[in-house]
């Protein structure tokens, strides 16, 4: 095997010797029947053999589906596990496990289980090319699946030079995807036999037990987000945060501001990024995308200003409620000839449209060779069977590319200045539409207390009500109090403070259950106050939490909202304040280390709120 591992290298020209080892490594270990070395160029051919295999069917011109097993659709957060060979990189949320106990545990997985299978060598890049953390942003991932190889090349830069030319030959992320038997892993029982596990200090991932997103394209999440979020405390030069970063233009000043922000998985970051659409308020603005999901930012020496990347190269975007009214961007960038994939959506194997809820207000009318995301027929459910034809979680796999708002810059290598960093979730009461935060420490305490309902993105938790610390709980790699610690340092030093906020585009009626706040396209609005209030140019009314918008300077220019709806959205309830400030208190708590300012940040909040009665 060994020389036939070594031919398939030398054929597609892998020459870093470091890789070469690793992969023959992994290749014995795997069992896998053969290797295949994948560069973005091979898209067209590894489209045509995973159609010959019915891996992905056809979707129209230049499209795909697929479906993944179906007890395999989400994240599964209580599999994870941010390992390191040191037990003070514990944390609450990072499920810290010693690395001499996982590496052998993952081993045993995978030994064997890609019998017969051919393993795909990934060299891949999380970042622009020459990004100043490019040290960072190597990986080959490892997978024995086709339909990884697929994803990874729409949502990673792929191809060997990003391993042969490296500074340090050594400096790649090691990243081994085994898929192994999905009918017989037990998701979800005492049973699981599903591991997704990151090595911080020893920079290696190891997944087994899934094919689905971000437990199998490990660029993106365990790289992008759980590895990064390592090196970046680990070096002290950075932050990897689960951020959507937007540039808004004002043609009438000429001036440009990008703003960044976490909001818990399917939250919306990606239709943020993508609905602020330019004619959403008459000709003056126009907003470009940068990211949906991962910014990792840092502060030029030379300049003292804060640069985010983004360091993906495609969105892997949730599906349902994405229509031409809520998120036109969404559907252009998987128009017909984008080869975009899709997963786990309804399908028609006749005419090869495909479906979601909410893509039109009714599923299509003559169900005839309709299948749910399940492979089932519709015209065969039972009576009364109104279950989703779409699972909650489906998704769409574009690349940058394709999104019609990309930033005319996105691969700019260092970045882009950061005006603004926003926070925000599902919270169907107390969080006002936007309130703007001017102080370091009450912005990280901010993110640190986000709480939000839980989505479908991760297994079995919807609906709940959770703290979500800076959307980055899924993902957290080290302790939370470091975290703070390493954020208040890294934006600390920084000659230009942002302003920070929180938005809040889910408040409902409690009667009803109807949103306040139109959302989507008109989020910018909110947007615009906030850059207007950090120009001085409005002054908003101060409250315990933050500053907020009066009526007269949000611009409501055209927009369709009951005046009764505004107002409570624009209200600072105090009451439930004081009652969340208790539940705050014992969730920060679990922390160990937290720095002295957020402890004073959360006081000075309490006491504000007391005083106000
Ligand atoms: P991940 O990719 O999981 O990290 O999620 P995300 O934060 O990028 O979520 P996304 O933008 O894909 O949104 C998920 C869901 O939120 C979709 O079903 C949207 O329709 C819904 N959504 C997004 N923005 C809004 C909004 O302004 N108002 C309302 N009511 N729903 C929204
Ligand atoms: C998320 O769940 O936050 C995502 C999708 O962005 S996944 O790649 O599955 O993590
Ligand atoms: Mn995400």
């Known amino acids: 095997m060994v020389a036939a591992v070594d031919q398939a290298m030398d054929a597609a020209g892998l020459t870093n010797p470091h890789v070469r080892e690793y992969v023959n490594y992994w290749a014995e270990l795997t069992g896998a029947e053969r290797v295949e070395v994948v560069s973005a160029s091979d898209d067209s051919r590894l489209i045509k053999e995973s159609l010959a295999a019915g891996e992905i069917l056809p979707a129209g011109d230049g499209l795909y589906y697929s479906r993944s097993y179906f007890k395999d659709t989400a994240r599964s ?3 994870t596990i941010v390992a390191s060979n040191n037990p003070s990189d514990a944390g609450v949320y990072n499920n810290w496990r010693s690395a001499e106990e996982m590496r052998p545990l993952l081993e045993g997985k995978m030994r064997g289980a890609s019998a017969g299978k051919t393993m795909y060598v990934i060299p891949y890049l999380m970042a622009p090319p020459g990004s100043p953390l490019e040290a960072y942003a190597a990986g080959v991932e490892l997978t024995d699946h086709r339909t990884v190889a697929l994803h990874m090349i729409r949502m990673s830069r792929v191809g060997v030079d990003f391993v042969n030319n490296l500074a340090d030959p050594n400096s790649f992320v090691r990243a081994v995807h085994v898929t192994g038997d999905l009918e017989n892993l037990g998701q979800g029982t005492p049973e699981d036999q599903r591991y997704f596990v990151t090595i911080g200090d020893e920079r290696t991932i190891l997944h087994f037990g899934s094919s689905y997103g971000g437990n199998a ?115 252009d960038s998987v128009a017909p000839g984008t080869q975009s994939l899709f997963t786990n959506i309804a ?8 479906w979601w809820e909410g893509k039109t207000p009714e599923p299509p009318a003559d169900v005839t060779g309709w299948a749910d995301w399940k492979g089932n027929l519709i015209s065969e459910r039972a009576e009364g069977d109104d279950s989703p034809w779409a699972h909650p979680n489906s998704r769409f796999t574009t690349t940058l590319a394709n999104v019609p708002n990309i930033a005319a810059d996105f691969e700019n290598p260092k970045g882009v200045p950061i005006d603004a960093v926003i926070f925000g979730g599902r919270t169907r009461d107390r969080e006002p539409l936007i309130r703007a935060i001017t102080d370091l420490a009450e912005g990280v305490y901010d993110g640190l207390t986000l709480g939000a309902e839980a989505t479908f993105a991760a297994e079995g938790v919807d609906g709940q009500l959770r703290y979500d610390p800076m959307s980055m709980r899924p993902f957290m790699a080290y302790p939370e109090g470091a975290y703070a610690a390493h954020w208040l340092k890294v934006i600390g030093q920084a000659k230009d403070q942002p302003i920070f906020a929180h938005v809040n585009w889910f408040q409902r009626d409690p009667e009803d259950g109807h949103f306040l706040w139109p959302g989507y396209r008109e989020n910018l609005r909110p947007l615009l106050w906030l850059m207007e209030l950090k120009n001085g140019e409005v002054k908003g009314r101060q409250t315990p939490v933050g500053i907020i918008p009066t009526k007269d300077e949000l611009n409501l220019d055209g927009l369709e909202i009951k005046p009764e709806d505004l107002d409570t959205i624009l209200t600072i309830d105090n009451d439930r304040w004081r009652q969340e400030m208790g539940h705050r208190e014992k969730h920060l708590k679990q922390f160990d280390g937290l720095p002295e300012s957020i402890w004073e940040a959360h006081r000075r909040i309490t006491a504000d709120l007391e005083a106000e009665g």
């Open 77 to 79: 957060e209580e599999r």
């Open 217 to 331: 394209l490990l660029g993106k999440i365990a790289h992008g987000l759980r590895q990064a979020a390592y090196d970046g405390w680990a070096s002290g030069e950075f932050l990897a945060e689960q951020f959507m970063l937007v540039g808004i233009t004002d043609k009438k000043t000429g001036k440009k501001y990008h703003i960044c922000g976490g909001f818990p998985s399917a939250s919306g970051k990606t239709n943020l990024a993508m609905t602020l659409a330019p004619d959403a308020l008459g000709d003056r603005y126009y907003v470009e995308f940068y990211g949906d999901d991962i910014a990792w930012l840092r502060v030029d020496p030379e300049d003292g200003k804060i640069y985010a990347i983004n360091p993906e190269f495609g969105v892997f975007g949730v599906a349902k409620d994405t229509n031409a009214a809520t998120n036109p961007g969404a559907l």
């Open 347 to 354: 399908y028609n194997a006749d005419t090869n449209e495909v």
